[in-house]
C-alpha cells in the first residue's frame, strides 16, 4: 500500500506545531499503524531528518501509551480498538490519513503525537483505591461477591487509562475514565467503606485538572478501545449526589454533637 | 566472588517465620529517616514501592513509561497461581512447591519456592482486599482454572487480563502514597547506572526522557524491579520498551548475573508474518484448557484445517504427554511444535504453526461460555489475523516471552551488591530452568509486597551507613559515563539505524541461543555477536539531539546493553553442557528428545562476575541441593 500522511509535528511544550506531509510506501496491508509509523521512521532517520515521536508500548491494547487521533478519530476508525490494534487493512491505498495527538486542555504535548497525562495519576492518588495495607487481609474467600457486581466491576476495571475518552469529548472531560475507576470499585464490598469519599475527591480532582464537564455527548464511549459504557457516568452522578447529601447529614450530626 | 545464599537454617516449612523473627527490625519513628529506590513499577516494584511506602520508608519511584500503570506487567493475561486449595483438588503448599521446582527442572532454591509458595496465598488475599476483580462462581466465590504443568486448578484469573487487574491494585496502592507524599514518583525517567560507595549501593544516575537531564539520586538502598530481557531477541512478546539496561549497568558495576542463557519460549503465540513486525503476540497458555493443539498427519498437507478429517489430524501433546496433555509445560510444548513444523507438518503460509482448535469445546460448553472465559484474547487474535476463532482454529507458534535468568540475589534478594535489591522478573530467584504458566505474577507480587518489605529492615538496620549525598565523586563519574555514552551514541550518524542492528541480533540469537542449541552453533554466534557490536558503534544512527525527547537515543541505549548481554548468554549456553528446561543442548538429550539433565556435573546456578570491557567474565557456581523434591527425570508422560 501507499499512503500520505499529515501528522502534527511539534519540537517541544512550548513550540509551535504544524501538520507535516509524509508518504508511507509499500506498507504490508498486515502491518498494524504503528509498524507502518516505524516504517516512516526509520526513513526519517537515514535522511538525516528526526523521527516522529509517539509513545507505544504492549502494542497489544493493553498498557494504554499509545494515543494517536487518525482521521479526527480517537484511536482510528475502528471501534474497540486501540491505535496498536488498528492495521493497514483497515484503510484504503493510496488514502491521505491525518495523524494528530490527543487534544484536551489537561494533556499538554510533550513532543508531535506524545502528551502528558499524569492528570489522569493525580486523579487515581486522589481516591482511585482501597485502603488496604499489605498484610491486613483476611482469607479471599471470606467476603462472597456476587458474579454480577463482579463481572460489571470488570467490565469499568478494564480501562487502559489511554486519555481517548477526554479527546473524543468535545467539551474535553475524562468523566469515563473517573466513573470507570469508581464504579469498578463501587461494584464491590471491600470497596463500600471509602465510597461516597472516593466520587467526591476524585470528582474534585478531575475538575482542577482542567477537564470539562459531561453533558452527556456520548463520543467517549464511541472512541473507548474497551468499549466502556457511558452509563459509569450515571453511576458515578448518582453517587455523587448521594455523597453531597451524605456530607450535609454529616454537618448537621456534627453539629449537633 | 562468594555467593552467600544466606538460606535460614532449619526445616523448609519453618524457614521464613524464624528467619523473620531473626532478621533486625528498623523502629516506626526510624523509617522514615532511610530513602529507598525503587526502579521500577511494575508487580515487583510497584507493590515493593506501596509497602514500603506504607511501612514509613521515604520511597523515591522510577519508570521509564509516562505513568507506573504501563510497566509491562500490565500485559499479563492468563493468572497468578496460588495454593489456597479452594477447589479441594489436592492441592496444598507442599504441591504447589514441588510442582515449581520440578517444573523448573531442578535448577532452583529449593528454601526460596518453598517461601514463594506459602506466600502465594497471601497474595491472593491481599489482591481481594484492594478490589481486584477476580473471576467468580455464581455464589460469590472465587473461581480457579487450570495452567500448565499442574494437575490441580490453582491459578486465580480476572478474565484474559489478570496482569493488568493486579498491578492497577498495586499502582493504586502506590498512587495512595504518592497522594500522601511517602512516594516521589519519576515517571518518563530511566536509570543508567547504579553508584556503589564503599562497596554498598548508595544511588543511582537517571535520564529524564523528556528534557534530557542527566540526574543523581542518593539513598540508604537501591531496589530493581525492571523485568526481563526477552528483548534481546528483537521479537518477543515483551512490550517495545522492556530492557535490560538496568540489570546490565548493575552486573557492570559488580552484581552477578546468574543462568542469563535460561529464557522461556513460550508455546503459544501469533506466528510471525512479516520483516516489518515489530512484536509478538502472547495467546495465553489458560486457552489450553479448552483448546486442542494439533497439526495434520500427512506431511505438507495444505487443506483448510475444518476439511481434514478426525483420523488425519495428530493431536500430538495428547498423544506424547497422555497425562498432562494439552496442558504439559511450556518448554515442552513449545519444543514438541519446533518438532512437527520441522518435520513439515507446520500450518499456515510460512509452514510455522500448529492449530489450537476450539471446536470441541464450544461443542461441549457452547460459544458462550468459551467467550465468557477468553473473550479479550480471541478479539485481540481477530485484530491481528482477521481470521475468526469462534470459526476456524488459531494458528500459534512459539516465542520468546520470559526470561528465567537475572540477577543473581540470595534469600534476602540482595544482590552481590550490598544494599542492591532485585525483585521480580529482574532477579533469576525462583524458576529454575523453566517458569511454569501464572507463576510471574505470583513471584513479582510475593518478592514486592511480602519480602522486600521484610528482608530491607534486616539490611538497614545491621547497616551503619555514612551519609553521602549526590555532589560524592562517585556520582559524578557515573554522571560523565553515562554523559559520554549518550555523545558517543548520538556523535556516530552512520548508516543504519538502531532497529536494523537490534533485529539482527535478534536473528542470530533466535537461530543460535534459542529453542535448541548446540556447541558449534554458539561458538559461531559468539564470533558473530561481537562483529555485529563493532558495526552497531561505528555506523548507527541515532538522530536528533540529547536535551529533549529521543526515543531512537532511548533504544539505542537499550541495544547497545543487548549485544553484551547476548554474548553471556551464549557463552553460558555454552557453558552448560546438558539440557534443562528452556535450556535444550542437542548433543544432550534422551533417545525420545527429552531433556538430558547432568546433575552430577551441573547442579548449580551459574553466577557469572563482570571482569572489565576487554576481559571473559568469570563463573562462580552457587551449587545447588535438593532435599526436599528428589532430583529425577522430568516426566509429564
Ligand atoms: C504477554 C505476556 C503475558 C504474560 N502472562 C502472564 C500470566 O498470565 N501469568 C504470569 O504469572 N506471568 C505472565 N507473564 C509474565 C509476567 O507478566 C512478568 O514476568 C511480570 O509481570 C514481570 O513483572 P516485573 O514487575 O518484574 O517487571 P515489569 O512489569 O516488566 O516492570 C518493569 C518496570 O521497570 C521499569 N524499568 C525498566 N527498566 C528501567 C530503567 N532502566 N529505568 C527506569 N525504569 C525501568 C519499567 O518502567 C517498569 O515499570 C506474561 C508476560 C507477557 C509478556
Ligand atoms: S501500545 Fe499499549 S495499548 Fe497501544
Partial sequence: ?257 | MELRSRVPDGPIEEKWDSHRFDMKLVNPANKRKYTVIVVGSGLAGGAGAATLAELGYNVKCFCFQDSPRRAHSIAAQGGINAAKNYQNDGDSVQRLFYDTVKGGDFRSREANVYRLAQISVNIIDQCVAQGVPFAREYGGLLANRSFGGAQVSRTFYARGQTGQQLLLGAYQALERQIGKGMVTMYPRTEMLDVVVIDGVARGIVTRNLITGAIESHAADAVVLGTGGYGNVFYLSTNAKGSNATAIWRAYKRGAAFANPCFTQIHPTCIPKSGDYQSKLTLMSESLRNDGRVWVPLAKGDKRKPDTIPEAERDYYLERMYPSYGNLAPRDIASRAAKRVCDEGRGVGPTGLGVYLDFAAAIARVGEDAIRERYGNLFVMYQRITDENPYRVPMRIYPAVHYTMGGLWVDYNLMSTIPGLHVLGEANFSDHGANRLGASALMQGLADGYFIISNTIADYLAAKKLSAVDTTHAAFKEAESRVSEMTKKLLATKGSRTVDSFHRELGNIMWEYCGMARNEAGLKTALEKIPKLREEFWREVNVPGSADTLNQALEKAGRVADFFELAELMCRDALERKESCGGHFREEYQTADGEALRDDEHYAYVSAWEYAGDKATPVLNKEPLEFEYVHLAQRSYK
Wanted: glycine share 10%; net charge negative; with cysteine.
Fill in chain 1, 1 to 257: 500500500m501507499n499512503l500520505t500522511l499529515r501528522v502534527w509535528r511539534q519540537a517541544g511544550p512550548k513550540a509551535p506545531g504544524k501538520m507535516v506531509e509524509y508518504k508511507a510506501t509499500e506498507i504490508s496491508p498486515e502491518a498494524s499503524f504503528l509498524e507502518m509509523m516505524d516504517v516512516v521512521n526509520d526513513e526519517l532517520t537515514l535522511k538525516g531528518e528526526e523521527p516522529i515521536a509517539f509513545d507505544h508500548d504492549c502494542r497489544e491494547g493493553i498498557c494504554g501509551s499509545c494515543s494517536m487521533m487518525i482521521d479526527g478519530h480517537a484511536h482510528g476508525p475502528n471501534q474497540g480498538t486501540a491505535t496498536c490494534q488498528l492495521h493497514m487493512r483497515s484503510f484504503e491505498d493510496g488514502a491521505t490519513i491525518f495523524v494528530e495527538p490527543w487534544r484536551v486542555r489537561a494533556f499538554p504535548v510533550v513532543k508531535d503525537l506524545c502528551v502528558d497525562r499524569s492528570a489522569f495519576d493525580r486523579i487515581i492518588a486522589a481516591g482511585g483505591f482501597i485502603t488496604a495495607a499489605t498484610g491486613g487481609a483476611q482469607d479471599a474467600n471470606n467476603v462472597l461477591v456476587p458474579k454480577v457486581a463482579s463481572d460489571l466491576a470488570m467490565d469499568s476495571a478494564a480501562c487502559i487509562g489511554c486519555g481517548a475518552c477526554a479527546a473524543a469529548c468535545p467539551n474535553g472531560s475524562a468523566s469515563l475514565f473517573t466513573a470507570a475507576k469508581i464504579t469498578h470499585l463501587a461494584q464491590l464490598p471491600q470497596g463500600q467503606p471509602e465510597r461516597y469519599r472516593r466520587v467526591v475527591e476524585m470528582v474534585a480532582q478531575h475538575d482542577a485538572e482542567g477537564f470539562g464537564g459531561c453533558t452527556l455527548h456520548g463520543e467517549c464511549q464511541l472512541a473507548c478501545p474497551k468499549e466502556i459504557s457511558i452509563d459509569t457516568i450515571s453511576r458515578m452522578n448518582r453517587d455523587y449526589m448521594v455523597a453531597a447529601a451524605m456530607s450535609q447529614e454529616e454537618k448537621v450530626g456534627g453539629g449537633t454533637g
